[in-house]
């Protein structure tokens, strides 16, 4: 069982994860969707991301072959693989359910300087990765019992005994051998293990699969695939593949005993080892290389964005991550802090001056530097920042589109006066630099994997392309001092190129780097002559000035140089520790290094740059001949054949294929308990959900028993109808009821706010004994929402209103609702009020308001229209032909507790309550519809005629609950 938490808690949090930020922010499953069936996949996706989505179906089945043969399996099943592109970021994951495995796969490409960024195309480097984990994790049990076992529960014997970091970590291994590039054959795998491996902070064994250090969530990418080659190497090759052979055998074996069986030893102990020997090489590597990275500029902790410099190089401005709340945009000076030394020997005076014999700390090499402003908002946060020769700061934030997608747009913030305004409205710009006119910017625009420079008018926000849109990913755009050159990075087919093109003209040149490295984050030297970039190669990363000739070498890190900001005098760059990235600052020299002159600070190893420069008196290059691997970058494999590619051919989706699960609901409260079980339909993009159901209730209690069928369409406008027949035998006036509810539904949403909008009609009537009260009835509900953010804190309002019109047994009856609630909260934690209103004209028992119960997947949500849904009470405990609620709710960490007060006509009630209540909506990636799902427990402080009790002294006092209802 230890073995089976980690990839069941991730295919959990992945399938709550999905919808709980909504099937209408994965996909819009309502517009033209396109399907290409290959003999391995079947690839699902919305029309607007045609061209990158076949240029991925025309790799998969030549990535399958090539994946199948190195994981050594096959799976039968066809794969269902989405396109997705929620968040213009990149992204994938694969759900290696048995009967039913799925894919998605997110548009946006990663860029240069990211973890992610060596590759040769971002759809090669993607798919290979999931489809790894999938041929991975499929391979069923050899035993007949456990694999019909594991048939039924959808997950097979190397997915449930597999901790996280073999998971990641192996398809990491794949993703590097199949492609020749990816995390393994990186640059940034090899600098951030040999610094963690120098400082003494390599992870133990048991965070490897995550935990609360900085970049742990790397882990079982980073460290787990460079454990698992070590491993693989020290024993034979294929020792992998027989691992997961021992795991999925006829003979049940947990994961350290098939571990063992291969390696030797325990996994812990073998991890040790590895530990031991990267420190080794490491140390060796510390000892052997000079170090030359400036001064540190500020000690920081986690993320922090790329740096960005002044015109006038006197601000600073960078995104720094938090750990306890959202990041903050800073802009500080560069100006040393004149009276910081100061500060501090008035600090050490007056610790001596009250203890003469304590010893204080050593004077600060360098003080933190001075904060000149900040930006804090939880509903935007900022990244990209980028100074405007004003001295304002561009910054790209994403906000919530109309269609529900987090979309990313330019904003303009000036850190003197505080104010900010936003520049572009749906423009997918995901980076922007102003040029040296302030009047506009170039940036980069991406659109479903299809990215293109634009110049974007910084008055208007209209934008224009500099380059023609294609899925080659283009990256870190930087104007020349002189507005009139654009370099930028692109990636096409085979690597990084970095490139210097003429606005006039359109002409481009290639910038020359040494073989197999990648250059990113280009920055510009003052005069324009060259550029200073994060030169990666053989496992070091490190700033070097090129464009000039051969490149000039300016760091030598411990923990790699990142993001080059250059003013006039200086270069200001990141550094990684194991704590997370610091900013750091050295001079700039802009003396021309001649030919025959040495570099400054030598490359790693001798085949870097070349070797025709005079002989320095006493040569700087390190000799790491001597040096074990483990620390540095492995030698890449031999370039690999591009997998094979075919023609493909798309068709309509129509409908999709139906996804068959079966699903158990469940109503218990203090008076009722019903469990209705169902079988749900849904088609993976989610146009069309079917849900046949039907109920009974529990011995010995009251409750609802019956059938019905629900169907919701997503088109246009989402459609639903539910066809019911259901007996409620928990109170009085008992009910029996057989009918159809229809509706049609609109939901808007937008950046903190949401409105829907629902129109729709019952038709029903009793049956059996209870064969009275025929009813028919339409009904108008909307709802508004709004959230705004005051720094931390977030302010929301809600409003909504309720209206129907009918007529029960030839009585004709209306009802009006009216709602209202305000609240405010910060990180963990909200506080609400709320107050209803209503009034019924009319006086049948079945269309009253009343107060008690709880909601049924079988019953439909518009026949409970005037139910005040108090679950510590049955059905109809309280009826009458006026409402009014007030309420109070502290929500802390997804408890509540609340207090409410309701009356229902002439009586009232008053109670406490403590519960955990979740909504998701539906997951089509994983065939599941809506659910809600509520529970908790009541204490009543008044009872149901409103008199005061000595409040919740008595058993009877309490009632507790629990429901999971279903919704298509």
């Known amino acids: 069982m230890p073995r089976l938490k980690p990839l069941m808690g991730a295919v959990l949090a992945l399938s709550l994860a999905l919808p709980a930020f909504g099937q209408n922010v994965t996909h819009r499953p309502e517009g033209k969707w396109r399907t290409v069936t290959t003999d391995h996949f079947r690839l699902h996706y919305p029309l607007e991301a045609e061209e990158w989505a076949l240029e991925v179906a025309s790799q998969l089945d030549g990535i399958r072959a090539v994946v199948s043969e190195e994981v050594g399996y096959d799976p039968p099943k066809r ?107 990186s640059d940034y795998r090899a600098t951030m293990l040999r610094s963690l491996a120098q400082e003494g902070r390599m992870p133990h064994y048991w965070e490897l699969d995550g935990g609360s250090r900085w970049a742990s969530g790397r882990f079982r990418y980073l460290v787990g695939s460079a454990f698992l080659e070590w491993l693989e190497a020290g024993s034979y090759d294929g020792a992998l593949n027989d691992l997961w052979l021992r795991m999925s055998a006829r003979k049940k074996r947990e994961f350290n005993d098939a571990f063992e069986g291969i390696f030797g030893d325990d996994p812990e102990v073998m991890y040790g080892r590895y530990v031991a020997e990267l420190t080794r090489d490491a140390m060796a590597i510390e000892a052997a290389r000079p170090v030359e990275e400036g001064t540190e500029f500020a000690d920081l902790f986690q993320n922090t964005s790329a740096p960005a410099v002044s015109a006038d190089g006197k601000r600073l401005a960078a995104v720094i991550a938090s750990e306890d709340g959202p990041s903050r945009l800073v802009v500080w000076s560069t100006e040393p802090d004149a009276e910081a030394d100061a500060e501090w020997k008035e600090a050490v005076d007056a610790l001596l ?188 990363i490190e ?164 059938f019905g069928l629900a169907a919701a369409w997503r088109g246009p406008v989402r459609l639903e109808v539910h066809g019911y027949r259901f007996r409620e035998s928990v109170d009085t006036p008992r009910q029996a009821r057989q009918g159809v509810a229809l509706s049609a539904n609109e939901d808007v949403r937008w950046h903190g706010g949401q409105a829907r909008v629902r129109l729709g009609g019952v038709v029903d009537a009793g049956f059996g004994d209870l064969a009275v009260a025929p009813r028919q009835f339409a009904h108008l509900d909307g709802r508004f929402a709004h959230r705004a953010w005051a720094g931390t804190v977030v302010f929301g309002a809600e409003a909504a209103g309720h209206f129907a019109l009918g007529s029960t047994e030839e009585q004709a009856w209306n009802r009006t609702e009216g709602e209202v609630a305000l609240g405010f909260g910060s990180k963990g934690w909200t506080l609400s009020g ?107 402080l008044a009872d149901l005629a409103g008199r005061v009790q000595r409040p919740c002294t008595h058993l009877d006092d309490y009632a507790a609950w629990a429901s999971v209802v279903w919704r298509p």
């Open 79 to 185: 794969i269902e693989l989405v396109v997705m592109d929620p968040f213009r970021d990149a992204n994938g994951f694969a759900l290696p359910f048995l009967g039913r495995p799925r894919m998605g796969v997110f548009a946006t490409p990663p860029g240069a300087s990211s973890a992610l960024g060596n590759y040769r195309t971002w759809a090669e480097d993607l798919v290979v990765h999931e489809d790894a984990h999938l041929v991975h994790l499929l391979r069923p049990s050899r035993s007949p019992f456990r694999g019909f076992l594991s048939r039924t529960l959808g997950m097979g014997p190397v997915s449930t005994n597999s901790p996280a970091w073999v998971v990641e970590g192996y398809a990491t291994v794949v993703e590097g051998r199949l492609t020749g590039k990816g995390r393994p054959n």
């Open 353 to 540: 001056e009250k203890d003469p014999e304590d010893v204080p700390a050593h004077r600060p090499d360098v003080y933190p530097p001075e904060e000149v402003a900040r930006r804090v908002r939880n509903d935007k946060g900022a990244a990209k920042p980028a100074f405007m020769p004003d001295g304002r700061v561009l910054f790209v934030s994403w906000t919530q589109n109309g269609q529900g997608f987090a979309r990313p747009d330019l904003y303009v913030w000036d850190p003197d006066e505080g104010g900010e305004r936003r520049i572009t409205r749906g423009a997918d710009i995901i980076e922007a630099v102003a040029f040296p006119d302030g009047k506009r910017a170039a940036a980069v625009r991406t659109d479903w994997g299809v990215q293109t420079l634009v110049e974007i008018d910084l008055e208007t926000g209209d934008w224009t392309p500099i380059t023609e849109p294609s899925t080659k990913v283009v990256d870190s755009p930087r104007v020349s001092p002189d507005g009139t050159r654009l370099a930028y990075l692109v990636n096409g087919e085979e690597d990084w190129e970095l490139r210097i093109r003429d606005l006039a003209s359109g002409e481009e040149e290639r910038v020359e780097v040494p073989a197999n490295a990648i250059a990113a984050d280009p920055a510009w030297l003052p005069d324009g002559s060259g550029l200073v970039v994060s030169l990666g190669h053989e496992g070091f």
């Open 543 to 706: 700033l070097a000035v090129v464009g000039q000739g051969k490149p000039r070498m300016l760091t030598a890190t411990r923990g790699g140089a990142y993001a080059p900001a250059v003013s006039a005098e200086e270069i200001f760059f990141l550094t990684m520790d194991s704590d997370g990235m610091d900013l750091r600052r050295m001079p700039l020299d802009l003396t021309p290094v001649p030919e025959s002159a040495p570099v400054p600070v030598e490359a790693p190893t001798a085949d870097v740059w070349t070797d025709d420069a005079a002989p320095a008196p006493e040569p700087r290059r390190p000799d790491l001949s001597a040096v074990g691997p483990l620390a540095l970058r492995p030698e890449p494999p031999p370039p690999q054949p591009r997998p094979a590619r075919e023609e493909v051919e798309a068709e309509a989706y129509g409908l999709g294929r139906p996804q068959v699960r079966p699903l158990i609901g469940l109503t218990a409260g203090p008076h009722n308990g019903s469990v209705h079980g169902m079988v749900s339909s849904q088609d993976i993009a989610g146009k069309l959900d079917v849900i046949a159901l039907g109920g009974f209730t529990l011995p010995k209690t009251g409750g609802v028993d019956g």
């Open 834 to 940: 709320r107050a209803v209103l209503g009034a019924f004209s009319g006086n049948h028992p079945l269309d009253l308001f009343r107060l008690g119960g709880l909601s049924h997947s079988l019953i439909p949500d518009a026949t409970q229209l005037g139910q005040v849904q108090v679950p510590a009470f049955t059905p109809f405990a309280l009826t009458g032909d006026q409402r009014r609620s007030v309420s109070a709710e502290l929500d802390i960490q997804g408890v509540i507790a609340s207090w409410e007060r309701h009356e229902i006509g002439a009586d009232s009630v008053e109670l406490l309550t403590l519960r955990q209540r979740m909504t998701l909506e539906p997951t089509a990636l994983v065939g599941v519809p809506a659910v809600a799902i509520d529970g908790g427990v009541s204490c009543t």
